[in-house]
């Protein structure tokens, strides 16, 4: 007896389609599962055997053989569970309608109940694509999976429903399509908060509107992690597309709730400076994102930057250029992708009083340079704002004055996002921070003035070419902000102003 049932499988944040095919033959009793199978798939025997007892169905005494196909693709995890025991059933003629057009995904616990998985985003993607009408999903992961439009989704919470299902005893409903909601802005965290800080905050406005890196260094308490905090606050919502792609990281790691489905607001991710490097890119044996991952389509804020491990921050380098990290396995390699915004918060030496008009720096010259070289010169380069947080004047903690709130410096930024989307419009370009070398000349046009002035700033400052791309594309986001199509000698010099910390700081301290 022959049965084939389609499933679908996971590596990375790749899904592909998976037949599972069973034989049952007379024969020595046996259950076999081939096509590359690891630990956990092929202890899915003991969970079906179970599965079905609970069902009060017998395992056939017989000679069954499962492949799952294609035999070279590896197949890991619980995934497959349900495909099986359906295959197994099927083949055992427990069912009589054909199982054409659906594919099954979860794990089967002992007692039959259908256990949450995760990547089941990018899966059912792939189903619609590969034309599946309907896909059979644990119960907790359907509305991740009904964010897709176009194909039925079935929640399942136990074995004993999908055959009910399936015998036409008791038909499940397919489940209603997850329309998201409109990006929610959170209230609590406003730019309104913070007294003064003007330049600190236009330079954020700034970061916030071309998708820049920012660094901001400045004294104690002088409010960088409070800033850095707000940033969210100011950025633009996400497209549809972009929820998408970050949502599929997220179904990856396991990382949705029932209750939020899909990622409806730009992540902003901050993780503790002990973090490892295999948690900040990825990694692991089967790989999994990293946090700068996790930040696709947002924003990575890691606070007192130079308290992290310099090799794990090294490690930032490539993925910031490329916008994607591969990890590579003796299982594969994977791809995740990684378009972020990355600010990065710290004290200029270990008192943290180094440059401080008032207080005195206790700390060594030595102390100063070992501490500010725990952020390399192209790490250093890769922050297109360096932004000094300057204390808090009394005037302005006392003041009266109201502040200017988030939603009005948004504003600005989606009316200067809203210029940049329709500059791009048909290249993968989505911000002027994610301009490529080649086009950089085309899209990043300067009079005369500003060009004299770039050239001046370049011999003085003793540019790397890296910095001059990134001072031409912060000179972009400042001439879109003053909705100026040309680059001006204004753009370039207040583009050129923040680069300069690390003359302050760094230089002979490297
Ligand atoms: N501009 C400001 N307006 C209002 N409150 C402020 C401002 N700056 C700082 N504060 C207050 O000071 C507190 C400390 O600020 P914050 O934690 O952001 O400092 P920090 O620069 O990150 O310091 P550290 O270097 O110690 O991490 C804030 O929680 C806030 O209460
Ligand atoms: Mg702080």
Same mark, same amino acid.
């Given at each position: 007896?022959? +049965?084939?049932? @389609?499933?679908?499988?996971?590596?990375?944040?790749?899904?592909?389609?998976? !037949?599972?095919?069973? !034989? &049952? @033959?007379?024969?020595?009793?046996?259950?076999?599962?081939?096509?590359? $199978? !690891?630990?956990? *798939?092929?202890? @899915?025997?003991?969970?079906? /055997? +179970?599965?079905? /007892?609970?069902?009060?169905i017998n395992f056939p005494v017989a000679s069954v053989m499962v492949n799952l196909a294609p035999a070279d693709t590896k197949k890991s995890g619980s995934v497959h569970d349900m495909a099986i025991f359906m295959a197994v059933i099927r083949a055992m003629r427990m069912i009589d309608s054909p199982l054409d057009g659906c594919s099954f995904i979860g794990e089967i616990s002992l007692n039959g109940d259908i256990r949450r998985i995760n990547g089941v985003l990018p899966m059912v993607m792939l189903?619609?694509?590969?034309?599946?009408?309907?896909?059979?999903?644990?119960? #907790?992961?359907?509305?991740?999976?009904?964010?897709?439009?176009?194909?039925? &989704?079935?929640?399942?919470?136990?074995?004993?429903?999908?055959? /009910?299902?399936? /015998?036409?005893? #008791?038909?499940?409903? $397919? *489940?209603?399509?997850? &329309? $998201?909601? #409109?990006?929610?802005? !959170?209230? &609590?965290?406003?730019?309104?908060? *913070?007294?003064?800080?003007?330049?600190?905050?236009k330079a954020l406005e700034i970061a916030a509107a071309g998708g820049h890196n920012a660094l901001l260094i400045g004294s104690p308490g002088s409010g960088k992690s409070m800033l850095s905090k707000r940033m969210s606050s100011i950025l633009p919502p996400l497209t549809f597309e972009e929820a998408l792609e970050t949502t599929k990281i997220h179904s990856v790691s396991g990382l949705l709730t029932p209750e939020m489905p899909i990622i409806t607001k730009r992540p902003f991710r901050s993780p503790h400076h002990t973090i490892s490097s295999a948690g900040l890119a990825g990694g692991g044996t089967i790989p999994h994102p990293g946090e700068v991952s996790l930040a696709h389509n947002g924003l990575l804020f890691l606070d007192e930057l130079a308290e992290f491990d310099r090799r794990t921050l090294e490690i930032l380098r490539q993925p910031l250029e490329d916008r994607r990290v591969t990890i590579a396995r003796s299982s594969g390699t994977v791809t995740y992708p990684c378009t972020i915004m990355l600010i990065g918060a710290m004290n200029p030496c270990p008192c943290g009083y180094f440059g401080h008009p008032k207080r005195k720096c206790t700390c060594s010259g030595k102390k100063v340079s070992a501490y500010l070289s725990k952020i390399s010169g192209p790490l250093l380069d890769r922050f297109d704002l360096h932004i000094e947080v300057a204390p808090v004047e009394f005037e302005d903690l006392s003041s009266k004055a109201k502040e200017e709130s988030s939603a009005e410096i948004r504003k600005r930024v989606v009316a200067a996002r809203k210029l940049q989307n329709e500059r791009f419009s048909g290249t993968p370009i989505t911000c002027n921070a994610l301009i490529t070398p080649d086009r950089l000349q085309e899209l990043c046009p300067m009079d005369e003035a500003a060009e004299a002035l770039m050239k001046n700033v370049f011999d003085r400052l003793g540019l790397s070419a890296r910095a001059y791309d990134r001072i031409l594309k912060v000179a972009r986001t400042i001439a879109d902000l003053d909705s100026s199509e040309v680059i001006r000698k204004q753009h370039v010099a207040a583009a050129a102003q923040y680069r300069s910390l690390d003359r302050k700081y760094w230089s002979g301290n490297e």
């Open positions: 007896m022959f +049965a084939k049932v @389609s499933s679908l499988g996971l590596f990375g944040m790749n899904a592909f389609h998976v !037949d599972v095919e069973i !034989d &049952i @033959s007379r024969g020595n009793p046996q259950f076999d599962i081939v096509g590359l $199978p !690891d630990t956990v *798939v092929r202890e @899915s025997r003991e969970r079906i /055997r +179970a599965a079905l /007892r609970s069902c009060s189903a619609r694509e590969k034309g599946i009408k309907s896909v059979f999903v644990p119960a #907790e992961n359907a509305s991740e999976a009904s964010v897709i439009d176009g194909i039925d &989704i079935y929640a399942v919470n136990n074995a004993e429903e999908l055959i /009910r299902h399936f /015998r036409n005893e #008791e038909l499940l409903e $397919p *489940v209603e399509h997850y &329309i $998201p909601p #409109e990006t929610a802005y !959170d209230e &609590i965290l406003d730019f309104a908060d *913070v007294r003064g800080q003007q330049s600190a905050k």
